[in-house]
């Protein structure tokens, strides 16, 4: 393995006593930034692919952390408004980090295939919303969806990518953003309260009985005593370990192939680290009935 401490090269950022209070920042897009890293070590700017690989990290974080803030409308309290000011703020002091980063190192060019990709993933999650609000969202777009939102970011560094690998560099961001989703996904079925903003939710929607496809739709009726029922009338749980092995097995057959082999081996490490939290739940999940 190379030496992988963009984790660390973020705390910088990060861990300000504001932030830490108030801001409750989202998880680190660590296998991501796994694979940019990794691949960015074979390109044309391997000398800047850490500065490079820490700019997409704080700009994840940045999107991310904007994702959370809360939206709807109604009073708040002084800490539910310091919290919501600090997570907008947070979220604009990681997105602008990146320019300082990457111009500091030459990157001009790449400032602007980042800027562009930030834009990019901005419009799918506008679409995302707008077929959300309208019920107008088919479950397997919903994952789609999803893993190109997530992978919108790396696939701007294909140009760096050395030529010989950028088919296997595609597919596998591809494959490792809905290996994410679907791992996040799966959480979500053991946290009721997110199942309204989940594919299971449109996967009823899709597929259920009209009663329960009603049920959904009326707000007053929702809880988390509803969604315990359809996860496991449907077997929802089930289908996602399914899906969950049928990414995984894709991921791994890319990785596999790659050459050298250190970087295969350092792509396998990745599925496996991604994959180990969701392992017990998934076994757990194999003796539902459908």
Request: glycine share 8%.
């Amino acid at each position: 393995m190379t030496d992988y401490r963009i984790p660390d090269l973020a705390n910088k950022y990060t861990k300000h006593d504001m932030i830490q209070r108030y801001a409750d920042l989202p998880p680190f897009p660590d296998a991501r930034i796994r694979l940019l890293s990794a691949f960015l070590q074979y390109g044309s700017a391997a000398e800047h692919r850490e500065v490079q690989s820490l700019a997409v990290s704080l700009v994840q974080l940045g999107l991310d952390t904007h994702d959370e803030v809360d939206i709807e409308a109604g009073e708040r309290g002084m800490m539910q408004m310091r919290q919501r000011q600090l997570r907008v703020l947070a979220g604009d002091y990681f997105s602008s980090r990146f320019y300082q980063l990457l111009a500091g190192v030459g990157q001009i060019e790449m400032i602007q295939h980042l800027s562009g990709a930030i834009c990019e993933a901005n419009r799918l999650k506008t679409d995302l919303y707008q077929r959300m609000k309208r019920g107008q969202l088919l479950s397997e777009d919903y994952l789609e969806l999803q893993s190109d939102i997530r992978g919108e970011l790396l696939l701007s560094f294909s140009e760096l990518i050395e030529e010989r690998l950028k088919p296997a560099w595609k597919e596998l961001v591809r494959s490792l953003s809905r290996l994410e989703v679907l791992v996040e996904e799966r959480n979500k079925l053991d946290h009721s309260g997110s199942f309204y903003d989940s594919w299971g939710y449109w996967f009823v929607l899709e597929h259920g009985e009209p009663q329960d496809k009603r049920m959904l739709q009326e707000e007053a009726k929702r809880g988390a005593g509803v969604a315990a029922l359809m996860i496991k009338k449907y077997g929802l749980a089930s289908l996602l370990a399914d899906k969950l092995g049928e990414s995984a097995a894709q991921f791994g057959q890319f990785a596999v192939s790659l050459a050298p082999a250190k970087l295969a081996e350092e792509m396998a490490l990745i599925g496996e680290n991604l994959l180990r939290p969701a392992a017990g739940a998934a076994a757990g999940a194999a003796g539902e009935v459908r």
